[in-house]
């Protein structure tokens, strides 16, 4: 069964740049990997998606290796308000019932 | 703004009720999804409507019934629900299903949420 993993919590302080990395071994030849930002009582938020090497926005980017199998996104210079659960989402082939969330990575920012 | 709203926010209901929550997506999209965020667990698709077809269920049990209308709205019929279902219910829209159905470039955006509690 395919699936994502990803470490349950991490801790950071303000100014450092945090990476959290997600494991999808059985992650397809045409899925795309997604990370999504979640604050308490709100909705999922997009931030980055790729497909393989580098990606970079204004607020992330996205190091996915050569084999594919996981990959990391990296937030630089945390703040307070970068304190949320992140989801990595592989967009598994096969269908609507292959979209698995990871269990979500709560990252606390500390001042 | 991620331009899809769910109404109520907050819900308390007894097992016998029988209640309805709202999705509203102000973006053009053509795909619209509800998902279950129970504590401490991943999110669990429900549903998925693509143009209006429901084109995936997850086994999900009968109690809980989707209904959409039209692109822009979803609805989730509750009754008899047990307690077990009291969980956030997030509402989600993408733009484009493709002819395949869902694309893993899909982005989806998901609305606020509706925090039941089944009493």
């Known amino acids: 069964l395919a699936k994502t993993t990803q470490p349950i919590s991490m801790d950071s302080y303000e100014g450092q740049e945090v990476n959290i990395t997600c494991s999808h071994n059985n992650i397809a030849t045409n899925d795309y990997i997604t990370w999504y930002q979640q604050f308490p009582s709100q909705g999922p938020r997009f931030i980055i998606q790729?497909?393989?090497t580098k990606v970079t926005n204004e607020v992330a980017s996205l190091f996915i290796p050569a084999d594919r199998k996981s990959s990391t996104l990296s937030l630089p210079r945390v703040s307070l308000s970068d304190t949320a659960v992140y989801y990595c989402?592989?967009?598994?082939?096969?269908?609507?019932?292959?979209?698995?969330f990871g269990a979500g990575t709560r990252l606390a920012v500390h001042p | 703004e991620t331009g899809v709203t769910q109404t109520p926010r907050h819900l308390v209901m007894g097992m016998t009720n029988k209640k309805s929550l709202k999705c509203e997506q102000h973006?053009?999209?053509?795909?619209m999804y509800w998902y279950k965020q129970s504590a401490k667990k991943p999110l669990e698709l429900m549903f998925v409507?693509?143009?209006?077809?429901?084109?995936e269920n997850n086994s999900v049990p009968s109690r809980f019934s989707p209904e959409c209308p039209n692109s822009s709205h979803l609805f989730l019929h509750l009754h008899t629900l047990q307690p077990e279902d009291s969980a956030l219910y997030l509402c989600a829209s993408s733009q484009d299903p493709g002819l395949a159905g869902f694309s893993s470039t899909d982005t989806q955006y998901f609305g606020p949420g509706t925090r039941l509690t089944v009493l």
């Open positions: 989402l592989v967009g598994f082939s096969g269908g609507y019932n292959k979209l698995i």
């Open positions: 790729g497909y393989k």
């Open positions: 409507y693509s143009l209006e077809e429901r084109v």
């Open positions: 973006l053009g999209h053509n795909a």
